[in-house]
Each structure stands twice: as C-alpha cells, then as structure tokens.
Nanobody, 122 residues
Framework: QVQLVESGGGLVQAGGSLRLSCAAS????????MGWFRQAPGKEREFVAS????????FYAGSLKGRFTISRDNAKNTMYLQMNSLKPEDTAVYYC???????????????WGQGTQVTVSS
C-alpha cells in the first residue's frame, strides 16, 4: 500500500501562484509514476500532469503546459505541482495519484490522496 497526502491548496487571486505537495509513504518502491488530477464541481476528473519516479520524465495536459510544473524529490518521497498565472477556471479539488503505470487516465493509478481544494478568485 502507498499512502498519499496532499497539501498546499488554498484561496488565491487570479494571476497568483500556488505550490501543491504530495507526500508518499508506505511501499513507495512500487511506484513507477505519480500524477496530478483535478475535479471541478459537476465535472469529470481531469488529468493535469504526471512524472516518472526514477527518471523524472514529465507529461502535461496540453492546455496547462507552460503554467504548471510538476517535479519530485525522491529523497523526501514528495511530488510537487507549481501552478502559476492561475485562472478562475483552475478552481478544483486537486488529487495526487501513484501507480505502477503512467498515463493520463485515472485508471492508470492505484493510489490516491484525499485531495486539496484550490480556489482562484477573479
């Protein structure tokens, strides 16, 4: 089992920045990749970005590349999402995920955090 705990969400004005963190514990050696997803009210869960744990290869949803940056610190078993130039439409619950596969589908991930709320005011 892998446990994931997100932090760093909050309320920010449009144009501002936030950095989310996802701390992993447990059988972290089984993780091949980690990812960030988000879900706005009434909408499906949406892929944001993913990163492979060993090589650090990253992949982004096309619409978010350039504003969001995913990274990881292997020594701390922690993944990050730096979000810049935030827009009201970025408002959502952000979830981190981990698994033995990599991809943009939620089904590629076995473990999920509880989510952290990001609210961007206009």
């Amino acid at each position: 089992q892998v446990q994931l705990v997100e932090s760093g969400g909050g309320l920010v004005q449009a144009g501002g920045s936030l950095r989310l963190s996802c701390a992993a514990s447990g059988r972290t050696f089984s993780m091949y990749a980690m990812g960030w997803f988000r879900q706005a009210p009434g909408k499906e869960r949406e892929f944001v970005a993913s990163i492979t744990w060993s090589s650090g290869f990253s992949f982004y949803a096309g619409s978010l590349k350039g504003r969001f940056t995913i990274s990881r610190d292997n020594a701390k078993n922690t993944m990050y999402l730096q979000m810049n130039s935030l827009k009201p439409e970025d408002t959502a619950v952000y979830y981190c995920a981990a698994g033995s596969l990599r991809g943009s589908s939620p089904h590629a991930y076995d473990y999920w955090g509880q989510g952290t709320q990001v609210t961007v005011s206009s």
